[in-house]
């Protein structure tokens, strides 16, 4: 079990990109959850198999979208860290 935090950086808010990101957690059996940060940016917390979250990281960073990913993400950071034993499902917050 590993995890992710991913800091998204574009015009991610508002546009329904929690939703995806949480639809496509949830396909890929990752937990965690997307919030907005008062920045603008997406922060999104991804923990399960390595492959699923990387995955996760893949999909959300892929120009052009094969999902129909909302918005336009200009760039990402990810910061691999220590699993979280108080993660449930996958949360919009």
Same mark, same amino acid.
């Given at each position: 079990?590993?995890? *992710?935090?991913?800091?998204?950086? @574009? #015009? !991610?808010?508002?546009?329904?990109?929690?939703?995806?990101?949480?639809?496509? /957690? %949830? =396909?890929?059996?990752?937990?965690?959850? *997307?919030?907005?940060?008062?920045? @603008? #940016? !997406?922060?999104?917390?991804?923990?399960?198999?390595?492959?699923?979250?990387? /995955? %996760? =990281?893949?999909?959300?960073?892929?120009?052009?979208?094969?999902?129909?990913?909302?918005?336009?993400?200009?760039?990402?950071?990810?910061?691999?860290?220590?699993?979280?034993?108080?993660?449930?499902?996958?949360?919009?917050?």
């Amino acid at each position: 079990m590993d995890k *992710a935090t991913i800091w998204v950086h @574009g #015009r !991610v808010q508002g546009v329904g990109f929690r939703w995806w990101t949480r639809s496509r /957690a %949830l =396909e890929l059996g990752v937990i965690g959850y *997307a919030r907005n940060l008062t920045d @603008g #940016r !997406v922060e999104v917390c991804a923990q399960g198999e390595r492959s699923a979250v990387e /995955a %996760l =990281e893949s999909l959300i960073t892929e120009f052009p979208s094969t999902t129909r990913r909302p918005g336009r993400v200009a760039s990402v950071t990810t910061q691999w860290g220590t699993p979280r034993t108080d993660l449930q499902g996958f949360e919009e917050r």
